[in-house]
């Protein structure tokens, strides 16, 4: 170590003071360059360990509130009906009956219901869109999905007034149903 130590000092007297500190300066630079990545590298470190443990808290949380959860989810799974709950083409069937019911058949767009899988149940949802509606049949398209809650509920609604005419509106709907898989009851 001394040795190399020794050589290193030779090679310095060597140089001329231009060249002694240019290489200074060629070494202060790329030591700040190494300071800035650990700091970084520790910044995003310290980062990572804070979501970290509020990651665990919650999961902890979650864990001490299991029993009661458990308790909810059964509650719920009895009064609900798994022949009531709908599929993806059974809801877009019922949604396109109660557009009927309330006469926005003709001024409805419905978009392809997207499905998510779970292991007790499936979430099926769909967006309607409607132009042109009045205020009138949006409360009668909307007392009809009150009626088939908790099986079909809207997730979001945004409401437009129509642009060549204020007192119509453009509605779009995205609405939600929840199909039981019989086998995880």
């Known amino acids: 170590m001394q040795f190399r130590f020794q ?22 630079v790329m ?8 700091i970084n590298r520790s910044g995003t470190w310290n980062d990572d360990r804070r979501v970290a443990s509020a990651n665990l808290q919650e999961q902890s949380l979650w864990l001490e509130r299991a029993d009661s959860y ?20 059974q809801l877009s069937g019922q949604i396109d009956s109660l557009l009927r019911q309330s006469g926005l058949s003709s001024r409805a767009d419905m978009g392809p219901v ?36 908790p099986y079909i509920n809207q997730q979001s609604v945004h409401i437009k007034s129509n642009r060549r005419n204020p007192e119509e509106l453009d509605i779009r709907f995205e609405i939600a149903s929840l199909e039981l898989i019989k086998d995880s009851i």
């Open 70 to 89: 458990a308790r909810s989810a059964r509650e719920v799974m009895e009064k609900l009906d798994s022949e009531k709950t709908f599929g993806a083409t």
């Open 31 to 38: 030591l700040a360059i190494w300071a800035a990545s650990w």
């Open 114 to 149: 997207k499905s998510r899988q779970g292991e007790i149940f499936n979430e099926h949802t769909l967006r309607v869109q409607l132009k042109r509606a009045t205020i009138a049949q949006y409360i009668a398209f909307n007392d009809l999905l009150l009626n088939e809650a």
């Open 7 to 28: 050589a290193i000092l030779r090679i310095l007297r060597r140089l001329t003071v231009r060249e002694q500190l240019l290489s200074l300066c060629f070494i202060l």
